[in-house]
């Protein structure tokens, strides 16, 4: 079944490029559709069971890292959420999460193990990253010497901008705040790290985002280290040097590259065979991960 978007009458809905988000008695309940979007441009077509790869993979990692931080899950369980949704449990099967709503975090808490992406572009210009001088002469995709914590901004609209921790202070306005952030994200990567590497999968960066309950404490939210969040590798053919095969959306990312299109909506209409094989990648990190 693909669910490219929920429209149910149960609440005040909240839409973003991939979650549909309502309302409901002061918790909220979260559907991750079957959107998928690339450079910040939600695509015209879905990638079937995308959402349900996004759901399993976060639940995988929610439970493993409550050691560390809680959560804002409730419950996954369409039979446990309200009385209202139960006529879409249906639809709401296996992709959607009911948690506690908290005052989500104005900044996104990025972890790097490798240097890629925009991080690579940033190296090769200044020899930094957000700040953090990087030994010379590092190769593209090469392991860092030890992860490093890259905040961005969280743009409504348009791209996230890279910051500073000392940037990232300035925006929460609470240094303690930011050093527990920088020192739970990094405990995250590293723990996750290792897990990954067992199932044969390198996690070379990932985002995360964080939120404040009603007493203040710090929870973690929307997604965690999926292949939505996160650049997974595949460890049996990592050659650091240049671009890596991957289990995430960089096939995508390279196949709208390549027909030079300009990141500005509308986004192109995608071929048949770049959504399959952007699913295969999808359900191969989740085989790999959960089994």
């Not at 077509?45 to 990692?61: E, M």
């Not at 030890?146 to 300035?170: C, L, R």
Request: aromatic content about 10%; hydrophobic content about 35%.
């Amino acid at each position: 079944m693909v669910v490219y978007e929920t429209n149910f009458p149960i609440g005040k809905r909240y839409q973003g490029k991939v979650r549909d988000i309502y309302l409901l008695d002061g918790h909220l309940l979260i559907v991750a559709t079957d959107r998928v979007s690339a450079f910040d441009v939600v695509m015209p077509n879905p990638i079937p069971d995308k959402g349900y790869v996004l759901t399993q993979i976060s639940l995988f990692w929610f439970k493993e890292k409550e050691d560390i931080v809680p959560n804002h899950l409730i419950t996954a369980e369409p039979t446990e959420f309200p009385s209202i949704c139960q006529k879409y449990a249906h639809l709401l099967e296996g992709r959607s999460m009911l948690v506690k709503r908290t005052q989500p975090l104005p900044v996104e808490c990025i972890v790097r193990g490798y240097i890629t992406g925009s991080g690579w572009k940033e190296y090769q210009k200044t020899g930094k990253v957000c700040g953090i001088t990087l030994p010379p002469g590092l190769k593209e995709a090469e392991k860092l010497p030890e992860p490093i914590f890259t905040p961005s901004t969280k743009a409504k609209q348009g791209h996230d901008v890279n910051i500073t921790f000392e940037e990232m202070v300035y925006i929460l306005k609470d240094r303690k705040l930011a050093e527990q952030l920088r020192e739970i994200s990094l405990a995250i990567y590293k723990q996750a790290e290792k897990i990954a590497l067992k199932s044969g999968i390198i996690i070379a960066d990932t985002k995360m985002e964080f939120g404040l309950d009603e007493k203040g404490q710090l929870i973690l939210i929307d997604e965690l280290l999926t292949p939505d969040s996160s650049r997974f590798w595949p460890l049996d053919q990592y050659k650091p040097g240049g671009p890596q095969v991957s289990f995430d959306k960089q096939y995508l990312r390279d196949y709208l590259e390549s027909i030079g299109w300009d990141k500005k909506p509308p986004a192109p209409e995608l071929p048949l065979e770049v959504i399959n094989k952007t699913r295969e990648k999808y359900f191969e990190a989740l085989n790999r991960l959960v089994g």
